[in-house]
């Protein structure tokens, strides 16, 4: 196993669970933080796969902080830190801006938006203490994020501020960091993740398809975040849109 | 005079006061909204074109829901609301993003982006009961926006985020009220804005320039605005961006 | 009437005509260039608005270096130039692209992305010598544009790649012309342009729609295209994306 | 060995020398097609990776025709082309646009953006036969480009058409391809690319910088084109952009 450590914040079953199955499959050691580190999923990738869980809420600064700090203390310096919270929430889509809560859209923002910055900047802050990796790298962030990053849609203003406003952070670091050495990526997929059902099948959204293809698979996203971590520093990508090939776009 | 009303919600003495100016000198009557209604770039609009003075916190719910209803019962519904906040404090630019405080960029997401969600949800409300006017619409609402809307520079955390999060609400609320009658439009200024130095003259950024011609001028930009509101429906344009001819971009 | 020339090449009865007829209302001398500049159409700007027409194809080095020179001699150099052929052709939409014609690929490529820089060439050649104006500029380059400009759809790669390559064409003029004083910029219509049928009613495309506002109309682009050459050099813009309010984008 | 087979149009040291090597070493047999196949670095890729060259004219349809039939009888049908020439010819940079040459920039689109269209149209036709393959598509199309598919810089006209003209191209054929199990997709190379040079070190850009990262690594880049052609359906790229961790954009 090699000293490399991932941290993934957001303890979803899909791309989160994904990337610790494949970063462990790879020898990395993986961290996984989410506000409720109990549930099964989670304490199946422990069991099979080593992978440490850490309870955090992602929008609160001295969660993030202390969430790096026991990373830092009990892993080692992470070399590989993913953003996959998107804020989705009850009640954002198919909701007419006028009848939009406020409240609801300020917490959207800062579940999504701010915790992204927050995150980052913890990851910032150690990476540019890494050695130099053989990548030429001292390591890699990276943002999950949605088809409404690169286009606002109708009925769903919070969802597109928050997709938005982590573009903007996205760019922003980018172009700070990577002249420093810090691989900064955001990875807007453009389709419903799929996720797999109770009696083991993959859901689908079209009828009359019968391969897992009209939905992202978490297990291939993963592959291409591994892939941006490989990067050597000579040829960066920063955004990787992802979509199935049935996808209207 | 018409019963054209128009909101300037942010009372700075550039884009602000040119608009408040065109507009009034176009027979609409109108109203500006600031935190600090009695400075004097305000009152000399008030006096000079009989512009109607509004106090607000356009962060706050309540301050715009009571500023929007202060308006529709003084002066009458607006059909053209311009957001004229981005944010800008000072601590945002040349700060590293290992060093920017979570809590200034929480205030200027607030400032910039949640407010122009305020402003533009109360504004779309009213929008929706007017009568479709003669260029076809109910209804403008216009968002000054900055560079930073476009791409997102290094050492800006705070401001591209603030900024892109702008984009994606205009975005989304075009694409959902476009169709029902109300133009949205964004104005991105590729550029400083000029101001008026003291002794008369216009401040230049560019040494060996004799002319106002590298910053945007403000009265020229509330041109646009005009243009934008004026548009017939059967071609409303979403985006314009507007640099000095000197600009790198 | 000022001293000012604008020469449109595309003599369709569109957003040509709708030019014309504005221009020349704004007391501007037009000339107007067209492959065959006897139709109807052009015999009636001419006869009601004294635009002078003049035989071109503009396609060919030849016949666009002798236009300049003679609308030059005959009215004045130009200060406004509108390009306004798009390469729209039988056959290169619903067109399968392993069913596409190379030699039709090709004609609609030279028709319309190499026309433009043809015109635009000899406008800039012409312009440079210009003095400066009212509004800070030697004068205005106008492409107009699709929405493939900003997106190529399937079944039209013809049309994606001339639309395409027009936009590399203005954006790489705008950035060695502007400095230099002249406005380059580029109107993308993303909408069928409305046209006057036989009875002298406005065509519709959308059933149940009682005014003309599914469709561009041309009148209210010829504006968008006289605001922008008399844009101040303070505030620029360079692209200005126009489509009615009940487009889908 | 499988049956998998690739063809590299274009016959350059960088790119299509990297990914001849890397594709051979990953089992797929390759044909590399090149004006003039006699040279030596192509002497070189067949002597040491078996790479097939045939000689091609890629702007002339019955060229393109012939060799891909040459190579569908001799190899196998491809599952995998590279469309490598981006027409860089000496004059087209550092260029005003009113000393260009209309003829060269003719040229110049026929052999960049022209001959894509030529190759591209005959690997869809090709690959529309094709089987589906383990990852769900039935061949893959990448168009190598520049940054200035994304941006059209001044002083190179003929450039920006040619990359903006290929960029329509993909986008068009990716909108009509992908649905029908072609993966179609466009790199931006955002850099000079790296070469090995007489002594056997490898350029430099910037003085001061003692590892090769500041040019693009033509090894690295062919690492992508792999990772975009074994991608599974349920997750294409479209585009990727790729550049050195020191350039500014």
Known sequence: ??????????????????????????????????????????????????VRRFACNAS?????DRLFRSVA????????????????????????????????????????????F???????????????????????????NASAALKGFALSTAFAMACQAKTGLAQSMARELMPKGIHVAQVPIDAAIGFTQDDGSRAHRLAGTTVDDNMADPDRIAEVYL????????????EIVLRPWLEKW
Chains 1, 2, 3, 4 share one sequence.
């Open 73 to 116: 203390t009990e892993l080692g310096r992470p070399s590989l830190v993913v953003h996959n919270i998107d804020g989705r929430s009850p009640g954002i889509f198919r909701n007419p801006v006028t009848e939009a809560d406020p409240a609801l859209l300020a917490a959207v923002l800062k579940n999504s938006a701010f915790s992204a």
């Open 227 to 238: 892939q941006l971590h490989r990067q050597h520093r000579s040829t960066w990508a920063f």
């Open 60 to 64: 609160e600064p001295e969660d993030v």
């Open 1 to 50: 196993m090699s000293n490399e450590v991932a941290l993934i914040v957001g303890g979803g079953p899909g791309i989160s669970a994904s990337c610790a199955r494949l970063f462990a499959r790879n020898g990395i050691k993986v961290a996984i933080a989410a506000r409720t580190p109990d549930k099964p999923v989670l304490a199946t990738l422990e069991k099979d796969h080593g």
């Open 118 to 144: 927050l995150v980052a900047q913890q990851a910032a802050r150690l990476m540019l203490e890494n050695e130099t990796a053989a990548n030429g790298g001292k390591g890699t962030i990276l943002f999950t």
